[in-house]
């Protein structure tokens, strides 16, 4: 408690100073609340304003995938290099070391896997949850352009949306991809427009060879686009670096970090791309440099 007396008399008031009202310039997101920005922040790099997001949530339809079989082995030593880590509760509590202190995009829809419809979905984590696990955003795919499922998956996200503003959740918006539509921008453009629509604050989806930059253009939030299959590593980079001088703000890359056959040098090499620009055949010139001098120390 201060003392009544000897006191030092206040007097640097500025007067005449105008004061500070910094702009949040993360895209779309500059009347959010206080506690929603900050869990942004935590996702995309304040300096850059973009992120490298580590996906490995793949388990939750696809099993133990390649690359995926023991995380403490293939995944926790690429933790430190990532911006933000895609995950499911299961998985983050039983493999991630809450130590790395990295922003979390939480998996929260689920409901079918590789055997049956994948994108009958429900939501499968509640925002308590999400809160409990110091989640940065909640992840919710929706199949737009699904005659079963769209609508299904709409209200999944809106009810995220709605409980995520509640509590100053993001909610990320995961376009889902159908064997009978066709990624193409018309397409990328109506699915991620639709999402931002009903509120979600970011959207991960599909980068597309031509016209991507319309997709990124027409959407008032943040795209991140996925990884997809696995690439040879010179074209996932260079799929990384059309996607972000096109408008997307990072990259949610998985198969193509820890499939890749050095997994360490493959996302320090995206990370060059997205935060510094660098161009992918310098990036994968850097690849095989931290690859080479990794196998040399052995």
Known sequence: MAEATSNQESKDYGIGVPVANPVYKLKGSNNYDWGM???LARVFDPQSGKTVMLAFDHGYIMGP???LERIDLTIVPLLEHANCLMCTRGILRACVPPTFNKAISLRCSAG??????LNDECIGVEIE???RLNASMMAVMVAVGSAKFEALTIRNLCKMIETGNRYGLPTLGVTAVGKELTRDARYLGLATRVLAENGAQVIKTYYCEEHFERVTAACPVPIVIAGGKKLPELEALQMAYQAIDQGALGVDMGRNIFQAEHPVAMITAVKAVVHNGEKPEAAFK???EIKAAKKGGK
Do not use: C
Request: hydrophobic share 40%; net charge negative.
């Open 37 to 39: 920005k900050d869990r």
């Open 112 to 117: 079918a896997t590789l055997l049956t419809e």
């Open 65 to 67: 995938t390649a690359g």
């Open 286 to 288: 850097m690849y095989n």
């Open 129 to 131: 949850d999400a809160l």
